[in-house]
Structure formats: C-alpha cells, structure tokens
C-alpha cells in the first residue's frame, strides 16, 4: 500500500508560482512511476507530468511543459509551477504507479486527496 499526501495549494495571480508538494509513505517506490494530475470543474482528468522514482526521467504534458518542473527527494514528489495562467486552475492530485509510464488517470494505482490551485487573472 502507498499512501499519498498533497499540499501546497493556494490563490495566486496570473504569472506568480506555486510548489506542490507530495509526501509519500508505504511501500519502497523504487521500481514506481509518480504522477501529477488535474481536474477543473466539468472537465476530465488531465495529465500534467510524471516521474520515474528511480532514474528520475521526467514526463510532461505539452500545456505545462517550459512552465512546470517534477522533481524528487527522498520521500516527497514536488511540482514547481512558475508562469501560471488562469487555465491551470484546477484540483491537482498527486498519483503513482508500479513500473509503466501513463498518462492514463485510470492506470495509476494510488493517489493523494487532491490540492486546490486557483490562478486568477
């Protein structure tokens, strides 16, 4: 079992920054694939980017990439958004995942209870 924790959410104004933060316990997460994703009112849940625990290759969906970075230390998953527009408004939910890369939400395992990210104009 893995379990997931997000924080880190707020209120920010268009072009300010946020960092998530996701902190991580259970089993070893060596051999998993960690994602982020999003979800804004009336809208599917999107991809926004994925890391490899071990190794460290990093995933990103083509709207945030250039503005958003995933990163990792020993127990936590961060996502470092710089550069935030209205549209990454959302709930972001931190995720994870044996082995497989995805950018499918209904292939990831385990996930955290969401933070709310508001960016206003």
């Known amino acids: 079992q893995v379990q997931l924790v997000e924080s880190g959410g707020g209120l920010v104004q268009a072009g300010g920054s946020l960092r998530l933060s996701c902190a991580a316990s259970?089993?070893?997460?060596?051999?998993?694939?960690m994602g982020w994703f999003r979800q804004a009112p009336g809208k599917e849940r999107e991809f926004v980017s994925a890391?490899?625990?071990?190794?460290?290759r990093t995933y990103y969906a083509d709207s945030v990439k250039g503005r958003f970075t995933i990163s990792r230390d020993k127990a936590k998953v961060y996502l470092q958004m710089n550069s935030l527009k209205p549209e990454d408004t959302a709930v972001y939910y931190c995720?994870?995942?044996?082995?497989?890369?995805?950018?499918?939400?209904?292939?990831?395992?385990?996930w955290g209870q969401g933070t709310q990210v508001t960016v206003s104009s």
């Open positions: 995720a994870a995942r044996p082995y497989l890369y995805s950018t499918i939400h209904s292939e990831y395992d385990y």
């Open positions: 890391i490899r625990w071990s190794g460290g």
């Open positions: 259970g089993r070893t997460l060596s051999s998993y694939v």
